[in-house]
């Protein structure tokens, strides 16, 4: 009997080894697919990342272009800038010279209106002055002292 009991407890010490080796691989099995999935998850990640590094790559690489095409525009316009204005017409009255350039409806008027008859410069913003050279702004108003205050009744200017 002895020997019985032990063949028994030998047999269910077996068979409860074998039980946790088929639970021991299953579990094995279950991580591997679990991992494998994972892993499947991580390289599809990296590969989107991946792409969306070529795209910010790329357009890095072209705000770079568009930086230095801009930073080429500002030298140019730097060099524009520095570079003398010249005037069209140079009009010697009085012993003094009026030098005036209208390109693009730009005046550069060096003469003075002469404010001592301030009841003539009324008189004309009455006669003279209309809605248009309001609404042009400050072109407007400087073309009207350029048609009006600089210049006398013959277009010579005073």
């Known amino acids: 009997m002895c020997i019985c009991k032990r063949e028994n407890k030998i047999e269910d010490l077996l068979k409860e080894i074998e039980d946790l080796k088929i639970n021991h691989d299953k579990e094995i099995e ?29 357009n890095i690489a072209e705000l ?18 520095k570079q003398p204005k010249s005037s069209n017409n140079i009009t010697t009255t009085n012993s003094s010279t009026r030098n005036t350039s209208n390109n693009n409806k730009t005046l550069n008027i060096t ?14 913003i009455a006669e003279k002055f209309n809605i248009s050279y309001f609404l042009d702004g400050q072109k407007g108003i400087a073309q009207f002292a350029f048609d009006n205050l600089l210049r006398d009744e013959n277009g010579n200017y005073k």
């Open 111 to 124: 003469t003075a209106i002469d404010f001592n008859d301030l009841d003539r410069i009324r008189e004309i």
């Open 30 to 58: 279950d991580l591997k697919i679990k991992h494998t999935k994972e892993i499947e998850d991580l390289k599809i990640n990296t590969k989107i990342l991946e792409k969306e590094n070529v795209k910010l790559q790329l």
């Open 64 to 81: 770079n272009g568009a930086l230095n095409i801009a930073n080429k525009a500002s030298d140019c316009v730097y060099e524009i800038a």
